[in-house]
């Protein structure tokens, strides 16, 4: 029996939360497909016929999917956790796998999902125009509340097992996810990341997001074509909420 | 080597997002110990202790955490996938265990964290009381455009297999965790919910989450003090955002 192909199917939009998946499987040098090649129009039609559910899998709310031979899944963290365990990227022992998965849920609520919803406080079903002032109020409240607050426990998880990477010296998609995490909240919110990138008190996350990103296999995809710009997807840049940290700037 | 315990360290202040949890093992007819019994300030404390990281665990960012002998992790659908996985509730294979989380995780993301955020729209820091307005339209535009959307999304899964469970004749976790999820929009948002609830079009939703309820061991819990009250939790009940549903009502 042959090895069944993976199989990302996502469309093209922005990163989004495809990225994660793509990271993990460029890391891990894997052959792979992704309907985002194929344009808007296929992409969606992948999308809507798999997220209805057949051979023996049950249908699915919203992409990113992925199908593996028979298994077809959801949910950007459950594809992460079932790719690295295959992949060699989810720790040491069967155990880690549950460590590296608490950790990258917890980058992709407070660093993607928190994100997206300063765009969207009201609604993600309405127009970011429709709720642009809650919008502009939503964003700078996580600036001044919740983003020093991620900062400074991605701190401490680094500093707990001396580094380089989340689980100490075993490198695994937990430090994708954070990365591109870091990496989507200084687009969506540059002036602020760039002063709080100024303090000592996050080198190590900043030091992260780049050596992540150094890794060779990573490096290379994030420079080739492959890579989508940023734009309507869940990092959006909205100069009006970008602010700098009061409470950081004050205690400097 | 003795079994080792089975220890969740959570909060008393409502079910919250341990409730999954308490469910997943009352359902398994495991002992395991709750700090929520412990009273406020005694869980309060175990609850920072663990998050701290220990015995080679990371930090966490916040509860509901779970310790299984040296094993302590975080995160409500990470917490339930292992104990699924490990007390025969996550699905008949290997694989079955991912479907299992996807439908998890999409029934915690859609019918939990979207109905808290509706709640607490411009944050989750501020008080309900600072974002009253924002809450209310928040509140009318989820009742109006996700909830039926939710409920035929759950509606297909449950037919897609003929039922009577979402995963077709095995009971899995994923069922206790819908099923939670329905209890609680029905406590924030009763109007809406029993107007849904007479149409038979989410006849299949309503009655799994009558069923789910009516297993022995869990109609046991759910009867007992160990079962909290909703009150300032992720379900809370604001009259002003609880609309009858303007579409459904339409299509009657």
Redesign the interface.
């Known amino acids: 029996m042959s090895t069944p192909p993976y199989e990302l199917i996502y469309a093209p939009f922005a990163p989004g939360r495809g990225e994660h998946i793509r990271l993990l499987l460029e890391e891990a040098g894997v052959t792979y497909t992704d309907t985002t090649s194929l344009g808007w129009d296929a992409a969606l039609a992948a999308n809507q016929e798999l997220l209805k559910?057949r051979d023996g899998?049950?249908?699915?709310?919203?992409p990113p999917l992925f199908r593996h031979g028979?298994?077809i899944?959801?949910?950007t963290?459950?594809i992460l956790?079932?790719l690295g365990s295959k992949l060699g990227l989810a720790g040491s022992t069967a155990?880690d796998a549950?460590?590296v998965?608490?950790?990258a849920?917890?980058a992709l609520d407070?660093l993607s999902?928190e994100v997206h919803?300063t765009h969207h406080?009201?609604?993600g079903?309405?127009y970011y125009e429709d709720q642009k002032d809650?919008s502009t109020?939503?964003s700078k409240?996580?600036i001044n509340?919740?983003l020093p607050k991620?900062l400074a426990?991605w701190e401490?998880?680094l500093a707990?097992?001396g580094g380089p990477w989340?689980?100490g010296e075993t490198f695994t998609y937990a430090d994708i996810v954070l990365s591109q995490c870091i990496d989507g909240v200084k687009y969506a919110f540059p002036k602020a990341m760039a002063h709080l990138d100024e303090k000592s008190e996050y080198r190590r996350v900043f030091g992260h997001w780049e050596q992540v990103r150094a890794r060779p296999r990573i490096a290379k995809y994030l420079a080739s074509d492959k890579r989508q710009k940023y734009d309507n997807g869940i990092y959006r840049y909205c100069p009006d909420g970008d602010v700098v940290p009061e409470t950081a700037a004050a205690s400097v």
């Open positions: 559910g899998n049950p249908p699915y709310f919203a028979d298994l899944i959801s949910q963290s459950n956790m079932y155990e549950f460590r998965n608490a950790l849920c917890t407070g999902d919803a406080p009201i609604s079903t309405l809650e109020r939503a409240v996580w509340v919740r991620f426990y401490s998880v707990s097992k989340l689980m």
